[in-house]
């Protein structure tokens, strides 16, 4: 119970598979749209027209709502601009001081496991002639300090580190990094779309000079972002979007004030309670994992088991393949990092990148718990997969080749 | 992605899982596929001395799609002759289970398994003159 009240619940609709994707997105919290509905009707003002009450108190509402969002990260609310989600943002931070600075230093540090928008945004930059050092990672997902350290040069402008992988949950050692940063002259910007709410963070504390924020993955409302930029020493940006100047002349455009609110009312709401929440699901993930591990043999956890929140949970299913194992557990909604799943029938580009086998990263589901998930959501995804896995297992005959000692790896395989 | 009633429908109930005995002279193992593409399908027979099929049966690690194709033929070859077997082509096993584009490549699987397994089945009973000439 925390000044926001009882944590509320939420019904599933009949029928509906239990959600465990939490890292796809989260569900707005009720509170969350409660505080935004008043600012769709009667408060509908502009939060940039000085003329009248009705702008003056959308205005009110939305520092409000900034001074929420810079408060979960220990920043000045001058520091925050709104943006339309965490893939603006990344671009902007990205995109925003490399072109500022771009006469001085022209080199960009960051990471093979990075989410798409930030490794796309640097293949973008690398066509316009900055280079990009794409670091790889260790087996448990983590960078390697060392790596890192060499890589940053004079020439280097900005290090992009994420601190919460969106497939394996892992968290890189921000504070470390931040001080390698600071020590060394370039700016840390990290996307902390999978952080905020999840972990405490502090932008002082760990030398953030910019870190990109998203609504929907804290229980706000998708179509909202913010982008923290570091006022002192000051960081400059040359912005995506122009026109009337709004956001400190870094992002143009009317400011939706029932997202700015429900952002901000998402990160009010998480700072209080997540603690609690951590601890809840701290104990979901061990349900989840011991549950599976008692019932079910050879099945590997991906990405570091400690340095990870605790709402995520991504496992290979040996000998099953992902994409036939998500059809089995219809009434779970999880993602898979199997080729089948994507466009580009390629296994998951993380899985990889930890050095797992294309085999084994095609066999991997990724759970998301998050704030609505109970104790009997787990028991029942427990013993849907336990049954799925054992279907296809007795199915599968890489299953009966490693019953009989067959090592897989010893077979010539006509790749196709 | 959103399967057809009959992927459905063999994913859940597959037909013919199981193992012949590979020893057997009259049993054609097929095995394509790799692990790292994500899918791979064990395809036996059983002939007659009369050259019929009269058993076949799957296993497969795969996507629904994967295991529907193999399901599917298995149910079949039964009953046909080596060359009516042979002739069954992937676009007959996608139409059947209304596969889209990107699920194409397990049906020229499944038709990949058939083959081979007839080809192991020559090989063992001496039936592979063409090739041994």
Redo the contacts between chains.
């Keep these: 119970m925390t000044a926001f009240g009882k944590t509320p619940s939420l019904t599933r609709p009949q029928g509906a598979p239990v959600y465990l994707d939490y890292q796809a997105t989260t569900p707005c919290d009720p509170r969350v749209v409660d505080a935004m509905l008043p600012w769709f009707t009667e408060k509908f003002g502009n939060p940039h027209s000085r003329n009248h009450r009705y702008g003056w108190e959308a205005e009110e509402a939305v520092e409000q709502a900034r001074e929420q969002v810079a408060d979960i990260i220990g920043a000045d609310s001058k520091e925050v601009i709104f943006t339309s989600g965490a893939t603006e943002s990344n671009n902007l931070a990205l995109k925003g001081v490399a072109h500022f600075y771009k006469d001085k230093k022209n080199h960009i540090v960051t990471v093979v496991t990075e989410h798409k928008c930030v490794l796309d945004t640097c293949r973008h930059l690398e066509q316009e002639g900055f280079t990009v050092t794409y670091l790889p990672v260790k087996a448990d997902g983590l960078v390697d300090m060392d790596e890192l350290d060499a890589a940053i040069t004079d020439k280097t402008v900005i290090v992009s580190v994420m601190a919460v992988n969106n497939e394996i949950g892992v968290i890189q050692p921000l504070a470390e990094i931040g001080a390698l940063c600071r020590k060394k002259g370039a700016f840390f910007h990290t996307d902390c779309a999978q952080a905020v709410g999840k972990i405490p963070l502090d932008v002082n504390a760990m030398n953030i000079d910019l870190m990109s924020i998203s609504g929907h993955k804290l229980y706000g409302p998708k179509g909202i972002g913010a982008l923290y930029v570091r006022r002192r020493p000051r960081i400059r940006l040359v912005p995506l979007i122009t026109g009337g100047g709004q956001e400190r002349g870094m992002r143009s455009g009317t400011l939706a004030t029932p997202l700015c609110v429900g952002l901000g009312m998402a990160c009010a709401i998480a700072k209080a309670e997540m603690g609690a929440e951590a601890e809840k699901l701290k104990r979901l993930n061990q349900r989840l994992l011991g549950g599976l591990q008692q019932r079910l043999p050879e099945i590997y956890v991906n990405g570091h088991l400690d340095h990870r929140i605790p709402g995520n949970l991504n496992i290979s299913f040996a000998f099953v393949e992902g994409e036939g194992l998500m059809m089995g557990v219809k009434d779970l909604a999880v993602s898979s990092g199997s080729a089948c799943t994507s466009a580009s029938l390629e296994p998951s580009y993380v899985l990889r990148a930890l050095g797992l086998d294309a085999e084994m990263a095609h066999t991997s589901l990724r759970f998301g718990m998050g704030r609505f998930t109970t104790d009997e959501d787990i028991d029942f995804a427990i013993d849907h997969i336990v049954e799925a896995v054992e279907h296809l297992r007795a199915m599968s005959p890489l299953w009966d080749m490693h019953l009989d000692g067959v090592d897989i790896k010893s077979i010539q395989w006509a790749e196709h | ?1 959103a ?1 057809s009633d009959k992927v ?1 429908d063999h ?1 859940e109930h ?1 037909r013919n ?1 199981g ?1 012949l005995d590979k020893d057997d002279a009259g049993v054609g193992t097929g ?12 395809l036996q027979i059983k002939v007659s001395a009369e050259g019929i099929i009269e058993d076949a049966k799957f ?6 799609s ?2 529907a194709s193999s399901s599917l033929v298995t149910e079949w070859v039964k009953g046909k002759t080596l060359d009516e077997a042979a002739s069954i082509k992937n676009t007959d096993i996608a139409q059947e289970l209304a596969l889209p584009p ?1 699920k194409i ?1 397990c049906s ?2 499944a038709e990949d398994a058939i083959k081979a397994a007839i080809a192991d089945y020559k090989k063992k009973s001496g039936k592979d003159t063409e090739a041994a000439e």
């Design positions: 992605m399967y459905i994913y597959p899982v193992a095995l394509v596929g790799a692990p790292a593409c994500g899918d791979v399908m064990k296993k497969t690690f795969g996507c629904g994967a295991i990107v490549h020229v699987l």
